[in-house]
């Protein structure tokens, strides 16, 4: 273990306002089991000026996945003696059903949920409720790769946990993250509060800009087990606490959350029961973020340093930037200016990945490649041997197109480079058995736009832009969880007379769905 840099440290967290503006936050930092920063500025609730404090309640959202899981091991042990359950919620899946396990490791192939709302036809400010879950579910038929073999971020994996747990014990999901989480931790104040429109303790979320202003964020999803968890900083810097005071227990519960996985393949996982496992340097991390519509958190942990930084936002402020920061600060590491070998021509161009179906833009910028999947550009650097690398994603050109590897998910594909323009010919109805919805194409002028009408409602329009070759874009800047599904691939099928004959939709949370052309 080494010491922590304070004078640095201090300067970070004094320059978090300003450097991720926002309506209020807190920051929280723990060192060899010692609260060492415990602080927070601005407003819980702009409009009755009341003041952000570490004692305000707060969604901690997708951070609730790991509880969820140490719920599952504290009670059950191993997870296989749930699998003869799935069933119940995935009656319809076609092939082999995941695992509990593969559930907990975001590797079941399972498109998430949240993201099939859009699909579903569901409104971002919408009513989500309890009873959605599993209609939702029952209509799963395929999954968007074989599970086991690669990772895609699932929200519905821990939705069908949280069901499960329930079903197993005879006991709420509240009451379990009491007995086996929220106790044992000392976080007093820590709740199960699903119902997202319901208020906390004077919390309020809110979306917008320093230019824009800010507003409240409207919330109506029901959510258990992927989120749910409301907590203040004081109940975090607890749960930062118990992982410390366990850290040389044989069976601890993080200690088991945190242990290496893998893939089917046997190549190493960089995610499992609902931890992601990073590196700061040579600094080995785990943690989770969290997000919903107006709220941004993050927790991370550096076990051989017994360093941890919590950040929470009543905004949508780069939280996991700002805790990245922060512990930087605090390990004397600070992040150092981007390098890299200029980047020649030809890169930018229009991509397609085809076995996850999903575009890929490229433009350049300076010494930097960035890479957009649909979930927001990626920044590589060009290395001395032609190869663009970020942590999450490598680039190189070959041939025409471009050799991706994302090792992460455990994609590696050749993304073929799209050219010409998409002809304007999508206009139309077109039917999905995956989800039981339809999407109607309408041009407008010369626009395109589309909605989606299913079981839960018929959905607004969305803009649908052309990308390259027979390949065009369905934005969902707005969904009812955040971050929204962002940008949907539409990749159009053709009958060899060349008329329309369907589509296939994916975004970077739920995969090739296909649509056949009704009308």
Not at 238 to 267: C, H, K, Q, V
Not at 301 to 322: I, K
Not at 418 to 426: M, N
Request: net charge neutral.
């Amino acid at each position: 273990m080494s010491s922590i840099d304070r004078a640095a440290l201090a300067a970070a967290v004094a320059s978090l306002p300003e450097r991720f503006k926002g309506p209020g936050g807190t920051v929280g930092v723990m060192k060899d089991g010692e609260v060492i920063v415990r602080e927070a500025w601005g407003y819980a609730d702009q409009d009755a000026g009341l003041a952000m404090t570490p004692r305000r309640l707060l969604p901690i959202c997708s951070i609730s996945k790991q509880m969820t899981c140490g719920v599952l091991l504290d009670l059950v042990g191993d997870p296989a003696a749930l699998d003869d359950r799935l069933g119940d919620f995935l009656p319809n899946l076609q092939g082999r059903r995941p695992t509990v396990r593969e559930l907990c490791d975001n590797r079941s192939g399972l498109r998430d949920y949240w993201a099939l709302t859009v699909l579903h036809g569901a409104h971002h400010e919408g009513a989500f409720r309890r009873e959605d879950a599993r209609p939702l579910f029952a209509r799963m038929k395929t999954t968007h790769f074989e599970p086991g073999s690669q990772y895609s971020y699932s929200n519905g994996n821990y939705r069908i946990l949280s069901d499960l747990l329930e079903d197993h014990s005879g006991r709420s999901l509240a009451e379990l993250y009491r007995r086996h989480i929220f106790g044992p931790a000392g976080m007093h104040d820590a709740r199960l509060a699903s119902d997202t429109a319901s208020p906390l303790n004077g919390t309020v979320g809110y979306e917008g800009s320093p230019a824009l202003g800010w507003f409240p964020a409207t919330n109506r999803i029901f959510w258990t087990g992927d989120a749910g968890v409301a907590a203040t900083l004081d109940d975090m810097l607890a749960w930062e606490g118990f992982i410390d005071r366990t850290r040389n227990d044989a069976n601890g519960l993080y200690g088991r959350l945190s242990a290496p996985t893998a893939f089917a393949d046997g190549r190493p996982a960089r995610y499992g029961m609902g931890l992601a496992q990073d590196r700061i340097d040579d600094v080995a991390i785990t943690g989770h973020g969290g997000a919903l519509r107006g709220f941004r958190i993050r927790r991370l942990y550096a076990a051989a340093e017994r360093l941890s930084v919590v950040v929470m936002f009543n905004h949508e402020a780069d939280a996991h930037a700002a805790a990245l920061f922060v512990m930087r600060a605090a390990l004397g590491r600070p992040s150092s200016p981007r390098s890299g070998a200029p980047v020649g021509e030809g890169w930018a161009g229009a991509y397609l990945e085809p076995e996850s179906g999903l575009s890929v833009e490229v433009t350049t910028h300076g010494n930097a490649v960035l890479a957009n999947m649909g979930g927001g550009p990626e920044v590589l650097s060009l290395g001395e041997d032609g190869v663009a690398r970020s942590v999450g994603m490598s680039l190189s050109r070959e041939g025409g197109g471009l050799r991706l590897e994302r090792p992460g998910d455990n994609l590696r594909g050749m993304a073929a480079r799209l050219a010409g323009a998409p002809s304007a010919d999508i206009a139309g109805r077109y039917w999905s058995a995956e989800t039981e919805s339809v999407l109607e194409i309408e041009a407008v002028g010369p626009a395109f736009a589309g909605r989606f009408d299913g079981f839960l409602g018929r959905g607004p329009m969305h803009q649908i832009r052309p990308f390259a070759g027979d390949v065009w874009k369905l934005a969902t800047p707005r969904g009812m969880d955040a971050p929204a599904p962002g940008d949907w691939t539409v990749q159009v099928r053709r009958a060899a007379s060349g008329a329309v004959e369907g589509l296939t939709l994916g975004c970077w949370l739920a995969r090739n769905v296909t649509f056949a052309r009704l009308v």
